[in-house]
């Protein structure tokens, strides 16, 4: 069975940082790419970073600069480094993987981040 479970979510004040994991594991198959969605009360979800099995990386305007993704494919992991947070950035955060011959979807529980002074 394929599981992602997802850490590193918490209460943070604005300037500060935070680390996400996202571990996958069981007969997940071969990975194409995994990243970081988020969905903030009232606001639709949007894909916040992902790195494809390339390596080449893509990131929202809003966070280029503040936020980095990277992956660890022998533990298959994936790993959101998030700096100087604003209360913008709070929202729940959700680990996307895509793999497999027919590149199904799976997704983490959710961890939330909470911006706040």
């Known amino acids: 069975q394929v599981q992602l479970v997802e850490s590193g979510g918490g209460l943070v004040q604005p300037g500060g940082s935070l680390r996400l994991s996202c571990a996958a594991s069981g007969s997940i198959g071969s990975i194409f790419a995994m990243g970081w969605y988020r969905q903030a009360p009232g606001k639709q979800r949007e894909l916040v970073a992902r790195?494809?099995?390339?390596?080449?990386?893509y990131y929202v305007g809003s966070v280029k600069g503040r936020f980095a993704i990277s992956r660890d494919n022998a533990k298959n992991t994936v790993y959101l480094q998030m700096n100087s947070l604003v209360p913008e950035d709070t929202a729940v955060y959700y680990c996307?993987?895509?793999?497999?011959?027919?590149?199904?979807?799976?997704w983490g529980q959710g961890t939330q981040v909470t911006v706040s002074s």
């Open positions: 790195i494809v099995s390339g390596g080449n990386t």
């Open positions: 996307n993987v895509e793999a497999g011959l027919r590149v199904i979807n799976y």
